[in-house]
Each structure stands twice: as C-alpha cells, then as structure tokens.
C-alpha cells in the first residue's frame, strides 16, 4: 500500500517541478536538444558552410578591383563579407524549420504540447539552434576574410558584435521559417519559406553603398530592415564604432526578429485550436 501511494506523490513532485522549471533553462534545453537533431546530419549544415565561403570569394575576387571607385580608402571585402552573413541566415532559418517539420510527422511535437513547457520555449529553442548555425557559418566567412587580408576597424569586440547580429538576425529568421512550418507541415513548403527573405538581400546596397543607388531602388532599400543590419556590420568591418549606425543595425534585428516570433506563436495556436 505505501509503494502505491508513493508513486502518484512523485508524479505530482515531477509535475511541479516541470511547471516551476525555469524559462531560460526550457529555451536552453530546447536549443540543445535541436542543435543534436541538427548536427546528428551534418550534410544540413555542411552545404550552407561552403556556399557562405563561396559567396566571400566569388564577391571579392570579381569585384575589389571596381570598389576603389565608389570605396576609396576603404576594404570592400569588409564591405561585401556582411552580404554573405545575410544570404546564409537563409540556411540557418531552414534548418530550424525543417527540424519542427520532422516532429510534427513523427508525432514528437504534439507530445511536447502536452507537456508542461513554455509555448514560447517550444518555439524558441529551434529558433537560436538555427540561429547558432547561422553564427558558426559567420565565423567561418570571417575566418576566411581575415586568411584573405580583413582587418577590422574595431578590433575584436567588433568581430564578437558581429557574431551577435548574426544570431538576432537567424533568430528572426528562423521565426518566420518555424512559422510556415507550424502551418503547413510540409517540408516542402518550409524550405521554400526561406528564400522569400531572398529578395530582401538584394532589395538593398548590395554591391555598392545606398548613396549610390537610384530610382525605386534606393526606395527599397530605405524601408528595407536588411540595409541598416548591413551598414551596422560594414562600419564594424570599415569605419568603426559608430552608435547611429550600431542602434539602426539593432533596432532592425529586433523588429525583424519580434515580428516573426509573433507570427511564429500565432501559428502555433491555431495549430493547437485545430487539435
């Protein structure tokens, strides 16, 4: 008899102690247990790595020699390296979203759902894990932009401010990605999510800075987020610390990244309503 009514008292301890767990450590064990789904099959990562090298090479090999036109005194691999940090937050929001795509089909998430956990941690957990690999994939461009002669203006702090856009720039992302995959369920539809973000890279001072640019261009580029994470990141690389610039850059991450959290836990509750 005591054997039976001790169990049901340790379930209830377990419950409690579910529910009185701390938010950051639900989001930090979400975020560990995706980045070991993740890196469980590096032939998700490993592409992403080398196309974001690519990028750094083929921009500064066919363009460096016609930036001291518009660059004067000035590094346009420093200049152009932040394009390739953009192009592969792309691979980074996938990953996060393909990761809930395989939970949903094996029946995982919905037993996560009825756990005690934060719906917010739930969300966020794949959300940084995208995020995270979309900061390895940056260190590694930078890596190779100082092997090819990068010497950034504000030293090391800058190159770890870097590192910090990079992850509030995959974390919103990767928010929009978890979103449509909340929605869809489809892996399909999830991977193709990514590159709506595409055209924002592009829709701004890609290859030359905003002052140049002209017509509806240069008007997309001015409501574009993208233009001021870029300038932020380029005067890390170029100019130095400039606090305009820098609160721009972040003022953009958060609003990007906020923007499509919200729409990441709205497609999470209309999911739940449909069960």
Same mark, same amino acid.
């Given at each position: ?22 938010? $950051? ?24 790595? +080398?196309?974001?090298? !690519? ?10 020699? *016609? ?7 000035? /590094? ?7 394009? /390739? ?10 990953? *996060? ?9 094996? @029946? ?9 956990? /934060? ?53 919103? !992302?990767?928010? #929009? ?11 399909? *539809?999830? @991977? ?7 055209? $924002? ?5 890609? !290859? ?8 509806? +261009? ?10 001021? +994470? ?6 890390? #690389? ?12 972040? /003022? ?9 959290? +919200? ?13």
């Amino acid at each position: 008899m005591t054997a039976m009514t001790a169990n049901p008292a340790r379930g209830v301890q377990m419950d409690e102690r579910s529910k009185t767990m701390p938010f $950051l450590l639900q989001v930090s064990t979400m975020t560990w247990r995706s980045l070991v789904t993740i890196f469980r099959e590096p032939a998700s990562v490993v592409p992403g790595l +080398i196309i974001s090298v !690519f990028f750094v090479l083929v921009y500064d090999g066919s363009l460096s020699g *016609a930036a001291r036109f518009f660059l004067p005194g000035q /590094s346009y691999l420093g200049f152009i390296l932040p394009v /390739s940090i953009v192009s592969s937050a792309l691979s980074g929001a996938s990953i *996060a979203g393909q990761g809930i795509v395989r939970d949903i089909e094996n @029946g995982y998430f919905d037993k996560l759902l009825l756990t005690p956990i /934060s719906r917010s941690a739930l969300l966020l957990g794949p959300m940084i894990a995208g995020a995270l690999v979309l900061v390895l994939q940056t260190l590694l461009v930078m890596v190779v932009g100082l092997i090819l002669g990068l010497r950034p203006e504000t030293g090391v702090l800058g190159f770890f401010a870097v590192l910090g856009f990079a992850l509030l720039l995959g974390i919103g !992302f990767a928010g #929009f990605v978890v979103a449509v995959a909340l929605r869809t369920s489809s892996a399909a *539809a999830t @991977g193709g999510a990514s590159f709506l973000f595409f055209p $924002l890279s592009f829709l701004t001072a890609t !290859f030359t800075p905003a002052e140049q640019l002209v017509g509806w +261009i240069r008007t997309a580029a001015t409501y574009n987020p993208i233009t001021y +994470i870029l300038e932020a990141m380029r005067a890390l #690389f170029n100019t130095g610390w400039d606090t305009e610039i820098m609160l721009r850059g972040l /003022s953009s991450c958060l609003a990007i990244a906020v923007v499509t959290f +919200i729409l990441a836990f709205w497609s999470l509750r209309v999911r739940t309503r449909q069960k």
